[in-house]
């Protein structure tokens, strides 16, 4: 079924290792984001990307850096992780950011 | 930057009962606007949006929402809500490319 694809779906890191999460979406869709989800916190941005070959920070890259690999695969990268950084990661996908976003399953991830 | 404001971030109610969610935004450019429902452990997923025209949005599941511009406002409701509709509600404006969210109502229908 077209939409878009997460991986891992679980992770436990140590503090300080390092991680990619994957996410890749078939709908061909321009823009992707990430964003990360905490109780009472809402959905906060990460980065995202609005076309392929660029991307922008949001609300709280502090910690992450991400790369556009082509049109469909938008990874996030932590290159040392925190306990801060626990939370549930979602990718998303629009059609030129004009339209709704499709949402991914999610990456539960927790630092301990 | 546009934010949005959700308003009695938890909600318990019977089902039959009518729901209502307040969402408030500040955006100073062209409003489209989102209600997106996460059900326990799922994703989030569309339930409606408002981009112009009629103000009254017509969503899945029976939702709908209306966008009243005087007011910065874009309540969702549903008049009669069903044990299903338990989940977490996030209203959610979109500017410069990008979908600032809400903290989302957690809502709990008790049979």
């Known amino acids: 079924n077209a939409g878009v694809t997460q991986t891992p779906k679980f992770q436990v890191l140590k503090t300080g290792q390092s991680m990619t999460l994957q996410c890749a979406q078939d709908m061909n869709h321009n823009s992707m984001y990430w964003y990360r989800q905490d109780p009472g916190m809402g959905l906060r941005l990460i980065y995202y990307?609005?076309?392929?070959?660029?991307?922008d920070k949001g609300e709280v890259p502090n910690g992450y850096n991400v790369s556009r690999l082509n049109k469909r695969e938008f990874s996030l990268r932590l290159e040392s992780a925190a306990p801060s950084q626990t939370s549930v990661y979602f990718c998303?996908?629009?059609?030129?950011?004009?339209?709704?976003?499709?949402f991914g399953s999610g990456t539960r991830l927790t630092v301990v | 930057a546009q934010s949005v404001s959700q308003h009695n971030h938890h909600v318990i109610l019977s089902e039959a009962a009518s729901l209502e969610l307040g969402c408030n935004y500040s955006?100073?450019?062209?409003?489209?606007l989102f209600w997106y429902v996460q059900y326990p452990g799922q994703h989030l997923q569309l339930l409606l949006k408002?981009?112009?025209?009629?103000?009254l949005v017509k969503g899945i599941k029976g939702f709908e929402a209306e966008f009243i511009k005087s007011k910065f406002s874009f309540n969702l409701r549903k008049p009669s809500v069903q044990w299903s509709d338990t989940a977490e509600y996030f209203c959610?404006?979109?500017?410069?490319?990008?979908?600032?969210f809400g903290k989302g109502n957690q809502v709990v229908v008790i049979p």
């Open positions: 408002y981009f112009s025209g009629d103000p």
């Open positions: 955006y100073g450019g062209t409003v489209n």
């Open positions: 990307s609005a076309s392929e070959g660029t991307t």
């Open positions: 998303a996908s629009s059609w030129q950011g004009l339209d709704g976003y499709t």
């Open positions: 959610a404006v979109k500017g410069n490319n990008r979908l600032a």
